[in-house]
């Protein structure tokens, strides 16, 4: 069964630096998505991206953030400076239509920041 | 705004007993929801979902889930639970306004042998 692959599994950076968290969608869904959960929260929206553009994002999504999908295959989510509490397993998503809503999420990236 | 609630943190049962998990949402339209199941060090998967077509939903792993307008619920079941059904598994709905998944605070199932 085709899956989203995301890596690292785990990445523990210092506070202020750049990090970049790498998703692998389903080679054929077109619409793909960050989600975030820190330790003991809900699951949140942070933003999706289709045909090479945000579509929709969160207020959590702020400047500080940023998406790509570099090489046709990859979409990676950055963080400039990071933050303590920016903290949390992140998840990637992706379908194949809008209404499919069915997402396929990958394993998640536990992110630390010390 | 709209919300899911899934109303037990934690839910303990004995391996071959049934299992039910609570959910109630609000929505103002017709909604769509979904149960989704974290396994340990693995992804969300999708256990099964409700877009406005039968109201008694069938999932994978012998899992259910039926739609109640009147209640706002979208309660998950299983006849006969199996240990390998422990996990975390959380209700959601999509957005009324977007495509964006709104999750439960999720419950965690624990199985005893």
């Known amino acids: 069964e085709p899956e989203v692959t995301q890596t690292p599994s785990h990445q523990v950076t210092q506070m202020g630096q750049e990090v970049i968290l790498r998703c692998v969608p389903i080679?054929?869904?077109?619409?793909f998505y960050w989600y975030r959960q820190i330790l003991g929260q809900k699951v949140e929206f942070l933003v999706s991206?289709?045909?090479?553009?945000?579509?929709?994002k969160s207020e959590i999504f702020d400047d500080q953030f940023s998406v790509e999908r570099p090489d046709g295959s990859n979409f990676t989510l950055k963080i400039r400076s990071t933050k303590l509490e920016d903290s949390a397993m992140y998840f990637c998503?992706?379908?194949?239509?809008?209404?499919?809503?069915?997402?396929?999420f990958g394993s998640g990236t536990r992110l630390t920041v010390v | 705004a709209q919300s899911v609630t899934q109303l037990d943190s934690h839910v303990s049962v004995s391996e071959g007993t049934p299992v039910l998990l609570r959910c109630n949402y609000s929505?103002?339209?017709?909604?769509?929801l979904f149960w989704y199941v974290q396994h340990p060090n693995k992804g969300l998967q999708l256990l099964l979902k409700?877009?406005?077509?039968?109201?008694l939903v069938k999932g994978i792993n012998g899992f259910e889930a039926e739609f109640k307008k009147s209640e706002t619920s979208f309660h998950l079941t299983k006849p006969s639970a199996h240990m390998s059904d422990a996990a975390e598994y959380f209700c959601?709905?999509?957005?009324?306004?977007?495509?964006?998944?709104?999750f439960g605070s999720g419950t965690r199932l624990l199985v005893r042998p």
């Open positions: 998503a992706s379908s194949i239509k809008k209404e499919n809503y069915g997402y396929t």
């Open positions: 080679s054929n869904h077109l619409y």
């Open positions: 991206f289709y045909n090479n553009e945000i579509s929709e």
């Open positions: 929505s103002s339209y017709s909604p769509s």
């Open positions: 409700y877009t406005s077509a039968a109201t």
């Open positions: 959601v709905v999509r957005s009324d306004s977007s495509y964006k998944l709104i």
